[in-house]
């Protein structure tokens, strides 16, 4: 049984879509403690000894099953720095739901700081999907600064989905991957800041053996006076492919700067970046208003589709 | 019934006033299928945007079954049953060509619905309901989902603007059948384009012909083919 409150289940809903407890492994958090574990045949979770945070150990050839991870925070207040280390088996197949809500209705900021650990043997395959997303109408600030990293061994392939749509006030974020021979990773990064918000992105991406290939791709949307920094860099250290592309809309006041950059220490690094920042274009509302729409909603659409 | 009366539209250019519409007048019935043609720079394209909102007269009026719709906004004169496909569609990132067929249908579209109107522009709808309309689709297959999306809407007054422009040979034998599909299941709704092509002329109850902001001749394709081709101006070197 799942020890969480109505707000937690809003949270829950929020960030990992889910309306009751999900099949296969899941660890819940809430308000720094454990609120339901669920482990398989193949996917064990143990806390750390130090209570620091978990490790989730998949045996090799597992597929088709899931872990949920999802974290909440409903009190205000709380700060917390969790590890989570998750080491996939060889030939394995899983999806991993990671995520973290905040609720802060006080004064006092709340911050989850999750550094994740990746450790993906040969030939496996993730999926990692990662939401963040706050709420409440409290003075106390909203604050995620995930780190993740990403240690990827021959023939691998990893997916990251992270998305960011919605009232966190402050968020820093840093991404490091280390991919090796044939190794596959795929980031898609949605990103929407609004009010005062404030949010950094930064990858690092190693492509250390031959055959190994990135896609990082970023898509956001600052709107009022929020800020966003967008910081991707590939370096290609043997022959490989990576691109890197950061999409932007920019509305009201808001601020994006944007820096892909790529490193090359070999003659076959095959690496390419673009950066785009714009507003919506006249026309496409236009378009859409003469579907019915109004300009409002019309907005609303175009910012959705690209967030999509 | 659409009316125009009296309208005038101008722009200024380097302290210079410009009129492009002159003092127009016209009238399209329910039921009718209307050609505009004229030379390029005649005010065609101005005068679609013009009834569907996008700009504003300098003078006279526009009436839509007799209500003055003239400061009326583009929604809410899409709300009142008028439809404009653009001669240059819009691209969207992220937005799925089954999503705009959503939107401009008002309701939750079911797929195959969707996929209908598709097959009526001669796409295959299997290969396009889920792509972005982005740059990755071709101009040919921009404007057949522009069509589509008028399909979607059923209004009153359905406007185009160039549906031939930039589009290849192949994809305009589909097009005139499209628009011959579309005369012969008019009913009381009615269509207005504007084309330089001879054979979507030649199934328009009325064409008028634009020149200077002004309409210059009007009448069927038997009466006024003749002069047009014979004409010697821009329209009939396109016309050939």
Same mark, same amino acid.
């Given at each position: 049984m799942l020890k969480l409150d109505a707000i937690q289940k809003r949270l829950i809903e929020e960030i990992?879509?889910?309306?009751? %407890?999900?099949?296969?492994?899941?660890?819940?958090?809430? #308000?720094?403690?454990?609120?339901?574990? #669920?482990t398989t045949a193949n996917i064990d979770i143990v806390s750390k000894e130090d209570g620091s945070g978990i490790d989730i150990r998949i045996k090799p050839g597992t597929r088709k099953e899931s872990?949920?991870?999802? %974290?909440?925070?409903?009190?205000?207040?709380i700060k917390e720095t969790v590890y989570n280390d998750f080491y996939v088996g060889e030939d394995s197949d899983v999806v991993i739901v990671a995520g973290c809500g905040i609720d802060n209705c006080g004064t006092q900021d709340s911050e989850h700081d999750g550094i994740h650990r990746?450790?993906?043997? @040969? #030939?496996?395959? %993730?999926?990692?999907?990662? @939401?963040?997303?706050?709420?409440?109408?409290?003075?106390g600030q909203r604050i995620l600064n995930p780190v993740t990293e990403v240690y990827m061994e021959e023939g691998s392939s990893m997916e990251m989905e992270m998305e960011q749509i919605?009232? %966190?006030?402050?968020?820093?974020?840093?991404?490091?991957?280390?991919?090796?021979?044939?190794?596959?990773l795929v980031v898609k990064e949605r990103l929407m800041t609004h009010g005062s918000q404030n949010a950094v992105s930064d990858y690092q991406v190693n492509l250390n053996g031959a055959g190994a290939t990135a896609d990082v791709v970023s898509r956001s949307v600052a709107r009022d006076v929020s800020s966003q920094t967008f910081n991707a860099r590939i370096t290609g250290n043997a022959p490989c492919s990576g691109h890197t592309e950061c999409d932007s809309i920019i509305m009201d006041s808001g601020h994006i700067l944007a820096i892909p950059s790529l490193e090359a220490n070999h003659v076959d690094a095959m690496l390419?970046?673009?950066?785009?920042?714009?507003?919506?274009?006249?026309?496409?509302?236009?378009? $859409?208003?003469?579907?019915? $729409?109004?300009?409002?909603?019309?907005?609303?659409?175009?910012?959705?589709?690209?967030?999509? | 019934m659409l009316e125009i009366r009296n309208l005038s539209f101008s722009v200024e250019e380097?302290?210079?006033?410009?009129?492009?519409?002159?003092?127009?007048?016209?009238?399209?019935?329910?039921?009718?299928?209307?050609?505009?043609?004229?030379?390029?720079?005649?005010?065609?394209?101005?005068?679609?945007?013009?009834?569907?909102?996008?700009?504003?007269?300098?003078?006279? +009026?526009?009436?839509?079954?007799?209500?003055?719709?003239?400061?009326?906004?583009?929604?809410?004169?899409?709300?009142?049953?008028?439809?404009?496909?653009? +001669? +240059?569609?819009?691209?969207?990132?992220g937005i799925r060509v089954k999503d705009l067929l959503r939107l401009a249908s008002g309701k939750n579209l079911s797929v195959s619905a969707a996929?209908?109107?598709?097959?009526?522009?001669?796409?295959?709808?299997?290969?396009y309901i889920d792509r972005e309309i982005n740059s990755s689709l071709s101009g040919g297959e921009l404007k057949r989902i522009e069509i589509a999306t008028l399909l979607a809407r059923h209004t009153r007054l359905s406007l185009f603007d160039e549906p031939e422009a930039g589009i290849d040979l192949w994809s305009f034998q589909n097009l005139i059948r499209i628009f011959e599909k579309m005369r012969n299941e008019i009913k009381d709704s009615s269509i207005l384009i504007i084309s330089h092509q001879e054979r979507i002329l030649n199934i328009a109850d009325e064409i008028l012909m634009l020149s200077d902001g002004t309409i210059r001749e009007r009448g069927t394709p038997a009466e006024l083919m003749p002069k047009l081709v014979n004409a010697g101006n821009g329209v009939c070197q396109k016309l050939r």
């Amino acid at each position: 049984m799942l020890k969480l409150d109505a707000i937690q289940k809003r949270l829950i809903e929020e960030i990992a879509d889910l309306h009751s %407890v999900p099949e296969g492994a899941y660890n819940f958090r809430a #308000n720094s403690e454990l609120a339901g574990r #669920n482990t398989t045949a193949n996917i064990d979770i143990v806390s750390k000894e130090d209570g620091s945070g978990i490790d989730i150990r998949i045996k090799p050839g597992t597929r088709k099953e899931s872990v949920h991870i999802p %974290v909440v925070l409903s009190q205000s207040g709380i700060k917390e720095t969790v590890y989570n280390d998750f080491y996939v088996g060889e030939d394995s197949d899983v999806v991993i739901v990671a995520g973290c809500g905040i609720d802060n209705c006080g004064t006092q900021d709340s911050e989850h700081d999750g550094i994740h650990r990746f450790y993906i043997g @040969k #030939n496996a395959r %993730v999926r990692y999907v990662e @939401k963040h997303y706050g709420s409440g109408d409290g003075r106390g600030q909203r604050i995620l600064n995930p780190v993740t990293e990403v240690y990827m061994e021959e023939g691998s392939s990893m997916e990251m989905e992270m998305e960011q749509i919605k009232g %966190v006030d402050s968020t820093d974020r840093r991404t490091i991957a280390e991919l090796k021979g044939d190794a596959k990773l795929v980031v898609k990064e949605r990103l929407m800041t609004h009010g005062s918000q404030n949010a950094v992105s930064d990858y690092q991406v190693n492509l250390n053996g031959a055959g190994a290939t990135a896609d990082v791709v970023s898509r956001s949307v600052a709107r009022d006076v929020s800020s966003q920094t967008f910081n991707a860099r590939i370096t290609g250290n043997a022959p490989c492919s990576g691109h890197t592309e950061c999409d932007s809309i920019i509305m009201d006041s808001g601020h994006i700067l944007a820096i892909p950059s790529l490193e090359a220490n070999h003659v076959d690094a095959m690496l390419v970046h673009e950066a785009a920042i714009g507003k919506i274009a006249g026309d496409q509302l236009v378009k $859409l208003m003469t579907l019915g $729409l109004t300009e409002q909603q019309a907005e609303e659409q175009i910012i959705n589709g690209f967030l999509q | 019934m659409l009316e125009i009366r009296n309208l005038s539209f101008s722009v200024e250019e380097d302290g210079i006033r410009k009129d492009i519409i002159k003092n127009l007048n016209a009238t399209v019935k329910d039921g009718k299928f209307i050609v505009i043609t004229g030379p390029n720079g005649s005010g065609k394209s101005t005068l679609a945007r013009l009834i569907m909102g996008i700009e504003k007269p300098s003078a006279g +009026q526009i009436l839509l079954d007799g209500e003055d719709i003239t400061w009326l906004s583009i929604t809410e004169r899409a709300k009142k049953g008028i439809s404009f496909a653009f +001669q +240059q569609p819009v691209r969207f990132k992220g937005i799925r060509v089954k999503d705009l067929l959503r939107l401009a249908s008002g309701k939750n579209l079911s797929v195959s619905a969707a996929c209908d109107y598709l097959s009526e522009v001669g796409l295959c709808a299997r290969d396009y309901i889920d792509r972005e309309i982005n740059s990755s689709l071709s101009g040919g297959e921009l404007k057949r989902i522009e069509i589509a999306t008028l399909l979607a809407r059923h209004t009153r007054l359905s406007l185009f603007d160039e549906p031939e422009a930039g589009i290849d040979l192949w994809s305009f034998q589909n097009l005139i059948r499209i628009f011959e599909k579309m005369r012969n299941e008019i009913k009381d709704s009615s269509i207005l384009i504007i084309s330089h092509q001879e054979r979507i002329l030649n199934i328009a109850d009325e064409i008028l012909m634009l020149s200077d902001g002004t309409i210059r001749e009007r009448g069927t394709p038997a009466e006024l083919m003749p002069k047009l081709v014979n004409a010697g101006n821009g329209v009939c070197q396109k016309l050939r």
